[in-house]
């Protein structure tokens, strides 16, 4: 088994060559030339890995659009460098860990997880989506000058995803409301809001398996933030006790967040908060709140339909 450093073990690598397209929360595409998908195993827990290659109007997109975790917060100093326009950007990203359920569906080695991929199902459609993946290294190989003779060497950065530990707690200087800075979110991404009351917003989101509305939530008091997603179906009373059972073995493999379903009329949701009590709400870190929460409800958007209706689950 090769090592993959960080104290990593690589359990299964692949190395091809494939274009794939992304998809972003708004709908734009992200062509990529994916070389190398890998699993490693870190502290008992699985990962999986993706390198590949874009080309600069692709980068560009994903810095413009804080695509893939490259939220400014998350790059180093070194996100400010030049690339050369001739010459692809090489790209390293990990899947977000509660994903990896749906890129094993077929099995643990590389291959199966790469045919899952690339196959036209709803694991698939969820993987291909660019806020399942976080960027952890940027990089580009750079020719040598002539007086160095032949050869080449590589220059780029790591993101936060890379080295989370290594990050600094925000300073102390004052901090602005949380709806401002949710509001200022929205606006960036063009994604359309309401404001329904003080500190609620809402939302209506269009993902690759269907539509819904998503509930933003402020406390400045308590100083919370919260993402509901609400599935536009309300669970038919003869089913929420099996939907209940379902949602709670759901839950225990979600790293973030969780489903919650009212008893009393049926209503099902997903939930995502963060409590800023001791720090400040970022537009980076709300940004990971409401993708992560959109992410989730898309993937199971076609499961949780078919666990209302007492269908068979695969």
Avoid at 28 to 43: G, I, M, Y
Wanted: charged letters at 25%; proline letters at 3%.
């Amino acid at each position: 088994m090769a090592g993959s450093g960080n104290g990593s073990k690589a359990q299964s690598r692949l190395d091809f060559d494939h274009e794939l397209v992304f998809r972003t929360l708004t709908g734009d595409s992200l062509t990529a030339s994916v070389k190398r998908l890998e699993l490693t195993d870190a502290e008992e827990r699985l990962a999986c890995t993706l390198s590949f290659e874009v080309q600069q109007d692709v980068y560009r997109q994903l810095m413009a659009g804080e695509w893939m975790g490259l939220h400014a917060a998350a790059r180093s100093d070194g996100a400010g460098m030049a690339f050369e326009a001739d010459q692809p950007i090489e790209l390293r990203a990990v899947l977000r860990h509660s994903l990896m359920k749906a890129a094993l569906h077929h099995g643990t080695e590389a291959e199966q997880v790469l045919q899952t991929l690339l196959q036209d199902s709803e694991a698939g459609r969820a993987l291909r989506q660019s806020e399942s993946w976080l960027i952890l290294e940027v990089k580009q190989q750079v020719k040598l000058p002539e007086e160095f003779g032949t050869g080449s060497l590589k220059k780029g950065y790591r993101t936060f995803w890379a080295e989370p530990a290594a990050v600094q707690a925000a300073s102390g200087n004052p901090r602005p409301a949380m709806n401002e800075i949710v509001e200022g979110y929205l606006s960036g991404k063009e994604i359309p809001y309401e404001r329904v009351a003080d500190g609620l917003l809402r939302i209506t989101f269009t993902g690759m398996n269907g539509s819904w509305i998503v509930l933003v939530r402020t406390d400045e008091e308590k100083r919370i933030c919260i993402v509901y997603s609400v599935y536009p179906e309300l669970v038919p009373e003869e089913h929420r006790a099996g939907m209940a059972v379902f949602l709670t073995g759901e839950n225990y493999d979600l790293e973030v967040g969780s489903f919650e379903l009212d008893t009393a009329d049926g209503e099902l949701r997903y939930r995502t908060s963060i409590d800023v009590e001791h720090d400040r709400l970022t537009r980076e870190l709300f940004g990971r709140l409401f993708t992560t929460n959109v992410v989730i409800m898309d993937h199971y958007f076609h499961v949780l339909h078919d666990a209302a209706a007492q269908e068979e689950m695969e």
